[in-house]
């Protein structure tokens, strides 16, 4: 790869659209995107988001993007070398821009993400991970998504460690940071003797083979064990919009947006929109009607091959069969598109077929290795699922795989759902109007989900 003088080839496109462009303010990003998607040296590493050697390149709404900016500035003083520095930020017109952030501790390398790799991890990477990370806690702060490895990434010569997603960090208390050295330290050290090779460019990533036993993905991805993912019914465009606008400013790390209100259509294109404004937010989709592998087939090329997650009210589990044909469909797919992100299956779910009490722990357990989470709900629309079901179905899946809840859940009833669920996936319970999402439910429901140990 030839070397680039980066700053000035995002300058060149972000220019040439400026002076092309008849799209008004807001919507010129999508031409800079398309833009750079054809340069022929960066990576692209997301719908926004794109790496040159040790270099990304954020695109987005600038104002959403100052939090990274505002953060970095922080570690700054610190001195991290899993952080990387503010490089340049241009704008693309008065809403959006490009940011460029450089790691300064792997100059020329390239990077992956660690889940794609088997790379042994090399003493010196470990101490110096371990050593930002301890510096963090010393000064009452945390990077969360330093629990699992999804957000690290590693480095092509030197095995350099370091982590994205910045814009995280916030203050911890001394428990805090011991349980999360303490994680860290259990992932470094399976990391230290060498694997069976496999490449980082590989299409599936080694810790995502379809057929092997989730290991509590929902921690990996969002970097605590629960989190709450708010479902917006989008009614219209702006209303949809505005919902988004409240879960993310009460903390939530991602969202489901479902085809009730829109078309699928409408939805898939919504995505896009809420990328726009909010890169760092985790965006799924539930397409009612729609088999799994055809919404990830349709989402990867409508939304530019990102998709975070998927959620099918039947994931077609039969837990007295031998074989899963119809769930298999969604690991073929998976596969074949090289996809890495959630999926949500339905098992026991709402209007599909009955499973009986004795045998709910088994349907659990039959589904692992066809879906990293594994959904269930209560008997109807806002309707709470009986807790003695939920601790069957936790039972059924041990310490190999993610629960989440669909159905029913509020701040009166959360209590009985945190010792067993590991994503609450509520629209009811947090709406003041079908559509509209409540600030202080959504704050509410939130605060107690993160603060359960």
């Known amino acids: 790869m030839p070397a680039l003088n980066i700053c000035d080839e995002i300058r060149h496109v972000v220019e040439r659209v400026a002076r092309t462009s008849v799209a008004p303010d807001g919507t010129k990003f999508h031409e800079v995107l398309a833009a750079l998607r054809e340069h022929p040296f960066l990576e692209k590493q997301g719908t926004l988001d794109f790496r040159y050697n040790e270099f990304q390149i954020h695109v987005g709404n600038s104002a959403v993007m100052g939090t990274l900016v505002r953060a970095l500035a922080m570690m700054e003083s610190y001195a991290l070398s899993t952080a990387p520095s503010l490089v340049a930020q241009i704008p693309i017109d008065a809403e959006d821009g490009v940011l460029i952030t450089r790691y300064a501790a792997c100059p020329g390398e390239r990077l992956a993400r660690v889940d794609t790799t088997t790379v042994p991890f090399r003493e010196a990477a470990i101490a110096r991970f371990r050593a930002d990370l301890q510096k963090l806690i010393d000064h009452g702060l945390m990077h969360p998504y330093a629990r699992g490895t999804y957000h690290w990434l590693i480095s092509s010569e030197t095995g350099t460690l370091v982590l994205d997603s910045w814009e995280a960090v916030r203050e911890c208390n001394a428990k805090e940071g011991i349980e999360l050295m303490g994680r860290a330290d259990r992932l470094l050290a399976s990391r230290r003797q060498a694997q069976p090779s496999r490449s980082a460019s590989s299409s599936l990533p080694a810790s995502k083979d379809p057929m092997a036993p989730s290991k ?106 031998d074989a899963q044909p119809m769930a298999q469909a969604l690991v073929n797919a998976r596969l074949a598109h090289g996809w890495d992100g959630l999926y949500f299956g339905g098992v026991a779910f709402k209007y599909q077929r009955h499973i009986p009490t004795a045998d709910l ?25 009986e807790a003695q079901k939920v601790a069957s179905m936790r039972a059924g899946l041990g310490n190999a795989g993610s629960l989440a809840l669909a159905s029913g859940v509020s701040e009166a009833n959360i209590a009985s759902y945190l010792p067993y669920v590991d994503a609450y996936l509520v629209g009811t319970g947090i709406e003041e109007a079908f559509g509209v999402l409540d600030p202080e439910l959504v704050v509410g429901l939130h605060r107690k989900i993160m603060a359960h140990r």
């Open 361 to 385: 722990g088994r349907a659990a357990a039959a589904a692992v290795p066809y879906m990293d989470v594994v959904c269930t709900s209560g008997p109807g629309t806002g309707q709470a699922a």
């Open 216 to 321: 509590r993905r929902i921690e990996e991805v969002f970097g605590c064990p629960r989190v709450l993912l708010p479902v917006i019914h989008p009614v219209d465009r702006n209303t949809a919009l505005e919902s988004v606008r409240v879960a993310r400013e009460a903390g939530v790390r991602g969202i489901f947006l479902i085809n009730q209100g829109m078309s699928s259509e409408q939805v898939l294109d919504l995505v896009m929109i809420v990328r726009g404004r909010y890169p760092d937010l985790w965006v799924g989709v539930n397409l009612l009607g729609e088999p799994p592998a055809r919404v990830l087939e349709w989402g990867l090329e409508v939304c530019a091959n990102r998709l975070d997650g998927i959620w099918a009210d039947n994931a077609n589990i039969n837990e007295d069969a």
